[in-house]
């Protein structure tokens, strides 16, 4: 039996039959013995001392009489006994309807018999009573009835129990089957309820987990392809012997965005596969910056930019230096991309009590609004800079994101008109 349905039914079933045979039975040995009955017993008691009486007084004429009322009163045969067990009517040995009426018997089957001495001790009064009598009414029709109602609960409760795990089965078999968009749907509040949403939780992280691998896939073959592509005719060039300067440079300009594009997917990678690896200790944000925009000039410099640096005052967060500097410096570097010629690019550190902002602006040509939401994805250019030799792999903004995703913090941009403002919130004590 593998059916967790049948097995609470069977199991409820089983409770209710064995309490129903339980209490059927006390009530039939309790019927079944009328002297442990305080009536029955004080009746019998009467009826003994009458025929005794009648029997001393009048004989067994008398005795007769008494006998055919007590029969007619309780529907059973009465009987008196000398001590020796000879019935004082018939003249007939009573010894056996004795000894038998001095045992109670488990189950009345043709007959009950109560053999009880009199006061006196010289006689014997013996009663047997029909085996119908004693067992009429304690199988009530109604007791079926109710029987009847117990098993059609306990039905109804076992299919209650099982439904959303049934649902939940079937969801996961559509699941383990390769449709990641199986959910068990479940509105109870109780622990099934929850067993099915938590699954829900899990099958909505992991096909979202595995449509963003493909995305990746797909990003990464595009990037690889056109490097790689321009590698070999660089190379063919260089191998032709026309204009092998120009050829071997174009091979170490693309071997050199082959490089960093697999030192961001390693930096992304990291991120993604090991978030536990968070080493969280106070960082202070305004030397972080202060260090950063150092490092930073020289790129801004070359591309005829410069950086401006506002931090008003020290500002402490909890986190990964390492990863907070990695952010920051992405954020940065792809301002410092768009800048135009003679601009600045504007970094603010804003202390807000609980909450600190790290704010880099530039002036360039900003981002359509419709790619606002999509320009912190892995691989995600603005399609205008995609052949742009400053644009990039797209990986930057994703790797920042990330970590201040880990850090339990926000990062989101807008257009300032010129330009876009990239904001990264770090909460005070961010783990």
Known sequence: ???????????????????FMG?????????????????????????????????????VAALRWDLARVQEIFQSEAMLADAKGRDLVTGEDRSELIAAGRV???????RAVVARKTENGRYWFILTIPGE??????FPAGQVYVLGGVVLLYYLLARYLTRPLRK????????????????????????????????????????????????????????????????????ELARSGENRDAALDRIQKESDRLNALVGELLQATRIEVDPQALRAQ????DDLLAAVVS???????????????????????????????????????????????ETAVEVHLVPGGAVARIQVRDYGPG????????????????EGDRNRDSGGVGLGLAIARRAVDLHKGKMHARNMHPGLLVEMEFPAGAQ
């Open 168 to 235: 939940l089965q079937t969801a996961l078999e559509r699941f383990g089957q390769g449709d990641l968009s199986a959910r068990a749907g479940s509105t109870r509040r109780d622990e099934l309820g929850h067993l099915a949403r938590t699954f829900d939780q899990m099958a909505e992280r992991i096909q979202k987990l595995v449509a963003s691998e493909r995305r990746l896939l797909l990003d990464i073959s595009h990037e690889l392809r056109s490097p790689l592509a321009r590698l070999n005719v660089a190379t």
């Open 295 to 341: 490092d930073c000039s020289i790129e801004a410099a070359v591309r005829g930019s410069s950086l401006k640096l506002d931090a008003p005052g020290p500002v402490t967060v909890s986190g990964d230096a390492e990863l907070l500097r990695r952010a920051a410096e992405n954020v940065i570097r792809n301002a410092i991309r768009y800048a135009p010629r």
């Open 104 to 110: 109670r018997p488990f189950w009345p089957h043709n």
């Open 282 to 285: 106070p960082v202070r944000l």
């Open 367 to 382: 981002v359509p609004e419709e790619a606002l939401s999509r320009i912190f994805d892995p691989f995600y250019r603005v």
């Open 133 to 138: 009598a004693l067992t009429q009414g304690s």
């Open 1 to 19: 039996m593998r059916s967790l349905f049948a097995k609470i039914l069977l199991w409820f079933l089983a409770t209710v039959m064995v309490a």
């Open 23 to 59: 209490f059927s039975v006390i009530a039939v040995r309790h019927y079944n013995d009328p002297m442990r009955q305080p009536p029955m017993a004080r009746a019998i008691r009467f009826q003994a001392r009458e025929a005794v009486e009648a029997y001393e007084t009048g004989g």
